[in-house]
């Protein structure tokens, strides 16, 4: 059969429903002939199940669609893996905003309206802003057209870790660090703030622990939280501000942060900590960003398998103002 | 005993060159005194092997020398895992430029004049120029006084891949890609160029692998090895220039680079492919980078994180034109 181009899709007319549509998923019907996506025609042209559109065949197809180039690679890997795909375009399915494709669950097909994966396609180089995120699988196309899936989500980021000192410590600012010489036990010990000297159980606290501790009044230190804090922000401006705010928030919901440097990420957190003696693995890697912030592929791949590494979930906190919204990204097989 | 503190340095009098420097490697003799570097007097006030510098012990002398808090730190811990270590002063130890502490090898000490690493000790929020590394290791503090420690080296990068394919190939530019419907054995089964597209054995190419072909004559494409690299500067500027240049020395070098975009790097590399079906582990990853550029010690640690996690060595190569400079990155353990 042959197809005929009008814009964005391909018309076959003719009995093709059955052959396209019925039996294989293609398209959506359009009386006894189907509508096809450009992407879906190119699949056919491929698979040499389409003799040709408008008489070209498909290397010459893809040239004059050359925006198809990549979402073909991703509708060819899904169907690849056994999967009916959906273009998402209006009409076709619901909820189509910002996705290219629709992944129907395995054995399901576009007549069932069921979703097993929002599919937005991306190339290598796109910039990709992280508060669109959540509910959608990004499947990026590197430059040798392999494909990598990203799954995101809008994580509860809670725990049961509580630590309210009863006695206040007192500290004293040394740089970039808070020394407290004589520590209540607790805020170590079921806390876990601070980290030991090594003598006599001195802590030495990070800024952003000192200030926490000095603004809840568990931690007396010269000007208080305020001195704290503007040691910080003279050594790291707004970024302290901002990992701050998350730290704050992280504590508030029962988890604690530890810092994740060693990860090249903002903190690590324990979602669950009784005692110090007893710490489990920590569960997430958390970076702190900008609401607005935008991040390339590739930094994002760099995130969540350095995570998927260390066993952990990737999860970022976009912070705008007092406001924190977390988001997860992680490897996805399809 | 007491010292007293002359700008940079610490006194010690009487009978202390026995106590401090022949019975512990601490300073320098001077007549049967010592003299103390800041860092070490603040470890001897700090083990309370000194009474005090000027009547302020340790907590005073520290807040007094804030720029020592940082060297301190990781003095105290190379002491700890059982190292003489040498403040890198002039005419206290040999090559000293851009070095804080030279370590010595385990069981010496400074009047043996050995050398086991030349530490320069970074706050987390430094900014670390990579052209001046290699043949130091990075003591990176961070934020909880955690210290990293990250090797630095100028590796010989090169293998023994070779593949001049015989007959050039034909392919075409779709998008960001180039198609080769018909290529010959060779170019994919010993070079390791391009991706299989699943179908009669034609291989997509990516702009690098396809600009370094044409360039050589073993590619024809239209418009030729220019309009190739016209589209990579199109999609990625400057950028792929400089990964062209990376790409290009590696080839000639007899490494096989492939996208290292899974791990968020610019390249994964095989220094022996022989055939592709007997391929072996990828040994580096490489990001190419400007010559002049800088990084922080959080980036250093999550691209060392990240390449030891799946086995391979972090390289950076920094490009001055037609210049690469490699510099790999690795943790350490003292």
Request: hydrophobic share 40%; glycine share 12%; proline share 5%.
């Amino acid at each position: 059969m042959e197809g005929h181009q009008r814009g964005g899709v391909v018309e076959v007319g003719e009995n093709a429903r059955e052959r396209y549509y019925d039996s294989s998923g293609y398209g959506r019907p359009d009386g006894d002939g189907v509508v096809l996506s450009v992407v879906e025609a190119a699949h056919l042209l491929y698979r040499d199940d389409l003799a040709a559109v408008d008489g070209r065949d498909f290397g010459a197809f893809l040239a004059d669609n050359p925006d198809a180039v990549v979402p073909f690679l991703v509708y060819r890997d899904l169907r690849d893996r056994g999967f009916y795909v959906s273009p998402a375009r209006e009409g076709w399915v619901d909820d189509h905003a910002g996705v290219d494709l629709v992944v129907h669950p395995r054995g399901d097909g576009p007549w069932d309206g069921t979703v097993a994966h929002r599919v937005r396609v991306v190339g290598e180089r796109a910039a990709v802003p992280l508060a669109d995120l959540g509910g959608v699988v990004l499947a990026v196309v590197d430059e040798e057209s392999e494909i990598t899936y990203l799954e995101t989500e809008r994580p509860d980021v809670s725990g049961t870790s509580d630590c309210s000192p009863s006695t206040p410590a007192e500290g004293v600012l040394l740089g970039d660090r808070v020394l407290v010489d004589e520590p209540p036990a607790a805020l170590y010990g079921s806390g876990f703030y601070g980290q030991r000297m090594g003598r006599d159980g001195a802590l030495q606290l990070s800024l952003l622990e000192a200030a926490s501790l000095a603004e809840r009044g568990d931690l007396a230190v010269d000007g208080g939280a305020g001195a704290v804090r503007e040691r910080g922000r003279a050594a790291a401006g707004e970024r302290f501000d901002r990992r701050l705010t998350v730290y704050r928030r992280l504590r508030e919901r029962g988890v604690v942060p530890k810092t994740g440097f060693k990860f090249g990420a903002d903190f690590r957190t324990y979602a669950d900590v009784d005692t110090v003696d007893d710490l489990g693995h920590s569960e997430l890697l958390v970076r702190v960003l900008p609401a607005g912030v935008v991040r390339s592929p590739r930094e994002l791949a760099l995130d969540v398998r350095l995570a998927h590494g260390v066993r952990k979930r990737m999860v970022f906190a976009l912070v705008d103002g007092d406001d924190v919204a977390w988001v997860s990204v992680g490897r996805l097989t399809p």
